[in-house]
């Protein structure tokens, strides 16, 4: 019993010991429509339109209840066509001008404010052999794994350039938050069904590997699955442009000052307690 309803768990995820005998061993509970998945989705080029259907379609092991199918083309759950989650839509702002870059202060082509923000999934697993591309994102976020032994990078890229950015892993939670934090569009290598939905709720435009391949090519070097995918600054600007993605640079600047705030101390290093690591040190 939880939560005062009945619950089932099968028999092969469950470890048993000592008296089970007070435990009944009873059938399933039938499907109904709202259990039971009515087709399988399909993977595809990143579009969706028309409306729902009836019953429920299941995406991983997440079930989206309702369908919310935005206007004209967009980028996430491979294409699912019924029964899409409410998509959150981000505010109205208007484009920024000038020639400053609003992730860094630096100087920056106007041209390219017209343009996106766009984040890239990097690996940082030991097996990682070479990274591409790192240092030339505007911004990088290293975020703890969920087996809270290995991090991962979320890059952020609007002034930098880079001919191969890798290697591409799969994204979380915390890359869909930063995402949505610069309205800006996933490079990555996939995800987990639960994560494809999130990020669609969150109004991303999921640009992941297994469903819009066009803007990805595979290490020239090999190395297994955790150096595999690649992709390009041009490749990724290029995609974008060509389906509709540019609509201009939204986000609120950061506020720089060549004057360092009062109480501070020069530093060269920091230390980070992550679990099960110790510490993590950096130092410049």
């Known amino acids: 019993c939880v939560n005062g309803q009945d619950a089932w768990i099968s028999s092969q995820f469950a470890k048993l010991s000592g008296d089970t005998a007070a435990i009944a061993v009873i ?3 039938a499907l109904t429509d709202e259990t039971r998945a009515d087709e399988v989705a399909a993977a595809g080029g990143g579009v969706g339109s028309g409306p729902g259907t009836p019953g429920r379609i299941s995406i991983g092991n997440v079930v ?3 369908d919310n199918p935005p206007s004209g083309k967009y980028f996430g759950l491979c294409g699912l066509r019924v029964n899409r989650p409410v998509r959150e839509v981000a505010p109205d702002r208007p484009v920024l001008t000038g020639s400053t870059n609003p992730l860094t202060g630096q100087p920056i082509d106007p041209a390219r404010l017209q343009e996106r923000i ?3 999934r990097y690996g940082n697993e030991p097996a990682v052999n070479d990274y591409f591309g790192i240092g030339a994102p505007d911004l990088v ?18 002034g930098g350039d880079a001919p191969q950015i890798g290697p591409l892993r799969s994204f979380r939670s915390t890359t869909i938050q930063v995402a949505q934090m610069f309205d800006a569009p996933m490079a990555s290598s996939g995800a987990v069904g639960p ?15 297994r469903c819009s391949s066009a803007p990805y090519f595979n290490n020239p070097n090999g190395g297994g699955y955790q150096n595999r995918v690649l992709t390009s600054s041009a490749k990724l600007r290029a995609f974008m442009a060509n389906n509709g993605l540019d609509k201009g640079v939204t986000v609120r600047p950061f506020t720089f000052s060549d004057t360092p705030p009062a109480g501070g101390q020069p530093a060269n290093r920091v230390v980070v307690p992550y679990p ?4 993590y040190e950096v130092e410049w």
């Open 276 to 279: 099960n690591r110790g510490f």
């Open 141 to 158: 976020f290293e975020e703890l794994m969920d087996n809270l032994n290995t991090t991962r990078f979320t890059t952020v890229w609007l």
């Open 27 to 29: 059938d399933a509970p």
């Open 118 to 120: 766009f984040v890239a």
């Open 64 to 66: 989206p209840a309702v």
């Open 195 to 209: 994560n494809q939905v999130f990020a669609y709720q969150a109004g991303i435009e999921d640009l992941d590997e």
